[in-house]
């Protein structure tokens, strides 16, 4: 579903349109699913415990999604982002965008 969504935003036919592409979002939530809540709690504790080496790979940090996103942002609206119509940001973009 995830994939159908970002084909469809991408044929609205913006000038440039950002998409991020997150590994588990980590972060206080409200509300969350027992295994969901178990995987975050072991990348926070991996990551606490190696500098984020052992869980930047798979899980980013809200914050650090949301820095990367307007960023990104940033950069296309100044005409610093890669050419194309799209940008698909994946993990470790998010990661260095975002820090």
């Known amino acids: 579903m995830k994939g159908e969504l970002e084909t469809a935003v991408s044929a609205l036919g913006f000038e440039k349109t950002v998409i991020l592409q997150p590994g588990l979002i980590l972060g206080e939530r409200q509300d969350s699913r027992p295994p969901e809540y178990a995987f975050r709690t072991l990348a926070w504790g991996l990551g606490l415990i190696s500098g984020g080496i ?40 998010i990661n260095e965008l975002g820090k």
Do not use: M, Y
């Not at 914050?63 to 990367?68: E, P």
């Not at 307007?70 to 100044?78: E, F, I, M, R």
């Open 54 to 93: 052992l869980s930047d790979f798979w899980a980013q940090d809200a914050d650090t999604i949301g820095r990367a996103a307007v960023v990104a942002g940033l950069k296309c609206l100044h005409g610093n982002g890669p050419p194309g119509k799209v940008w698909t940001i994946g993990i470790s973009e």
